[in-house]
Structure formats: structure tokens, C-alpha cells
């Protein structure tokens, strides 16, 4: 069954020579809605103000963990057949990621500085902004709360694409069997740290302010923000790019997978508040996360609405909006007292959306071809430019 068509910017480049695969739509887009989430649950404070719907409101942050784990799986997907035929080329690669992450991080940046321009006079600031600009922020609790604070994801994404090209032949599994058995093993060890966070400090575990608690706050933010400690979601998604590849789910599975993914997530989430947030913020959902990746890699009726070229698009705009949402909020708030309400989020959206979306076409996709054709231009035979 041939799989649906678009151009995605997660893989810019491709190795001549070497069948790539068609992207996915349904999984672009999908990606708009798991940075939407994110970006409402930075924007409406207090969570109360959902009423009933507090629980899921404030458990926003799991759409970090979707990203880890649809990173992983993309790339696999992405570049499998690449690595498979003996042409893999790390810095290749590297250079790949690159240009699709740091243009819009640089503006993003460029704007964290003149949001937090009162900063500066600190060292410790200077710092945190230098540890900003390499993504090396999120290695030390110091650094990851400075700036632009959701970035410490992209801090972690640096270090899987730096440890990818090295692991992605080495997770290759032997059968379905042994390919489920790796995914549970990844999601065992995404959650050790947090149990033990649980087990010792419970009162932070349980906590969104884990740094401001007193026993173990520290020691638990640093679970939720260590590239080392968010690895195994990343892991989980190369093994289950890997399942998709060798063991394709029928188009029937295929749907019951994705209907019995979201109804079991919007479960949990209606009732997030009953379980510690440390679990949750590293890992807990990873199945309920596969079965939906696995169930929109098909056609079916939910994959044909998120297929739809808007959707598309918002979707890849969906890294800028979750570089800009939280630097807006804070801006908005600093030079125009704006606050937190819900009628302020129908007009920050109305902004910050559009927005992205320029980033995305502006700056995104024209600083993604300087930098690829920098490096086509210095090494001829390893790079070639995509045509879609």
C-alpha cells in the first residue's frame, strides 16, 4: 500500500543512488497539534481557570515527549534504506540537522535576547545564553531555565542526532518480537529515574516547580531536563521507525491502533492530575504515543482529514511555533501587560500562529538551502539538494 505524500522538512537531504521513501502527512501535521498543546499550556496560568478540564490542561508538557519520540521514528523511517546500503555519512547528516533546527533557533534567539535584555549584566546569564546558542543548555540545571526556556528540548535533540548515526544499524531488530521487546526495554529505562524521583521525592515527582521544592527538587528537575535521562524516548522511536519499516500494521490494525491510542491518551489526560508528573513528562505515554505514530502511518479516514495542505503546513511550521510561543508570552507580558486569560489566548494564537508560519517559509526553509548549499558546494559528492 503505497504511503501519502508531502514534503516534509525533516529530511532536506537525501544520498543518490539510494530509494528514499515518501513522507508521511498525517505525522506532519500531527505535529501542529502536539506543539498547539504545548503552546496553550505555556499561555493560559492559572490551570484552574480550565475548571474540569485542569488535569489535561496542565499536563501540556507530554507533547515533548511525543516529539522525542516522532523524532526518532523519522529519522529511522528517513534514512534506514541510506544506512542500510553502507551510505551513511555522519557529518552528513549532522549538517542535515542543522540546517533544519538552527535558522529559526537563531531567531528565536535574537528575540530571546531583546525579551530578556535585562539580563545581560550577569555572568551567569552570559553564560546560559552562550549555553543557549551551542544547545548545551539543558546538561546543566543552571543554564536550562534561562532565555528561552522551551528550548531545552532542542538541547536534547542535538544530543540524538549526535548519537543517532551511530545507533541506528545497531537497533536494526532480527524480528517483530525482539523489535517490541527493545521498545519495552527503552520505556522501562525511561522510566527508572522518575520511579526512583517517586520513591525518594515524591513531594517534587508530583510537582510542576520541581526545583522550587525543597527535597529532591533538584535532583528531579534535573531527571526532566537531562538529554541522558530523555534518550530511551528517543530510542523507542528509532526501534519503532524500524517496526513500521519491517512490520507494517494492516490499514485495519492500523485504525483500531490509532482510536485505541487517542481514546486511551485523552483518558489519561482528563485525569493527569492521579499520576506524578515526572512519569509523564519522561516517558509514561510511549505506547499510547506508538499506536497513534503507528495507526496515522496508514490510510484511513483520520489520516485523510490530516492530510489536508493546511494542515500540512501548520504542521511544518510547528517547530517555530514552539520556539516563539513561550518568548511572545513573555514579551507580551513585559511591554504590554498582557496576562493570562483565556481571552488572551485567542489573540496571542491569532498572532503567534501566523507567525510561525512566516518563520517557516521565510526563514526556515531559505536558511535550510544556504546552509545545505554551503556544504554541497564544499563537498560536491555528498549532498545533492532535495527536489520536492
Known amino acids: 500500500m503505497e504511503l501519502p505524500q508531502v514534503t ?8 543518490p543512488g539510494v530509494r528514499r521513501l515518501p513522507n508521511i502527512k498525517p505525522l506532519t501535521s500531527i505535529r501542529f497539534f502536539a506543539a498547539l498543546y504545548v503552546t496553550v499550556y ?30 526518532g521514528f523519522i529519522l529511522t523511517y528517513s534514512h534506514a534504506n541510506e544506512y542500510e546500503a553502507g551510505r551513511s555519512n555522519p557529518p552528513k547528516f549532522w549538517i542535515a540537522r542543522l540546517a533544519r533546527i538552527y535558522p529559526v533557533y537563531l531567531a528565536s534567539m535574537l528575540f530571546a535576547a531583546y525579551v530578556n535584555r535585562y539580563q545581560f549584566h550577569n555572568k551567569v546569564h552570559l553564560l546560559a545564553y552562550a549555553a543557549d546558542l551551542l544547545l548545551v543548555q539543558s546538561w546543566s540545571i543552571r543554564m536550562a531555565p534561562f532565555f528561552n526556556v522551551p528550548a531545552w528540548s532542542l ?22 518480537k525482539r523489535c517490541l521487546g527493545a521498545m519495552a526495554v527503552w520505556w522501562m529505562l525511561a522510566l527508572a529515574a522518575p520511579l526512583i524521583c517517586v520513591k525518594l521525592f515524591p513531594a517534587a515527582a508530583w510537582s510542576e516547580h520541581a526545583s522550587a521544592v525543597r527535597a529532591g527538587g533538584e535532583w528531579v528537575y534535573r531527571v526532566r531536563r537531562l538529554p541522558i535521562l530523555a534518550l530511551p524516548q528517543f530510542l523507542a522511536g528509532i526501534s519503532l521507525g524500524w517496526f513500521y519499516l519491517r512490520y507494517r500494521p494492516s490499514a485495519r490494525t492500523a485504525s483500531l491502533l490509532v482510536w485505541t491510542g487517542l481514546a486511551a491518551l485523552f483518558a489519561i489526560l482528563f485525569w493527569a492530575d492521579k499520576f ?8 509514561l505515554l510511549i505506547p499510547l504515543f506508538s499506536m497513534i505514530i503507528l495507526g496515522l502511518g496508514e490510510p484511513s479516514f483520520l489520516s485523510r482529514i490530516l492530510s489536508n495542505s493546511v494542515l500540512v503546513l501548520l504542521g511544518e511550521a510547528s517547530f517555530a511555533l514552539y520556539l516563539i510561543h513561550f518568548l511572545f508570552n513573555d514579551f507580551s507580558k513585559q511591554d504590554f501587560g498582557a496576562n493570562d486569560s483565556f481571552a488572551a489566548l485567542g489573540w496571542k494564537l491569532a498572532i503567534v500562529i501566523p507567525v510561525s508560519v512566516l518563520l517557516h517559509l521565510f526563514v526556515e526553509r ?18 545533492k539538494m532535495s527536489n520536492s
Not at 8 to 15: G, I, L, M, V, W
Not at 48 to 70: N, T
Not at 366 to 383: D, E, F, N, T
Open 8 to 15: 516534509d522538512p525533516r529530511s532536506p537531504a537525501y544520498t
Open 42 to 71: 505555556h499561555l493560559v496560568r492559572p490551570f484552574s481557570l480550565w475548571g474540569r478540564l485542569e488535569p489535561a490542561a496542565s499536563a501540556g508538557y507530554i507533547g515533548v515527549s511525543f516529539f522525542f519520540l516522532l523524532s
Open 155 to 176: 538541547s536534547c535533540e542535538a544530543f540524538f542526532y549526535l548519537v543517532f548515526p551511530f545507533l541506528l544499524l545497531r537497533l536494526r531488530p532480527s524480528s517483530a
Open 276 to 283: 506524578p508528573l515526572v512519569m509523564l513528562h519522561n516517558g
Open 366 to 383: 531559505p536558511g535550510r538551502k544556504v546552509i545545505l548549499g554551503w556544504w554541497s558546494r564544499r563537498h560536491p559528492a555528498q549532498l
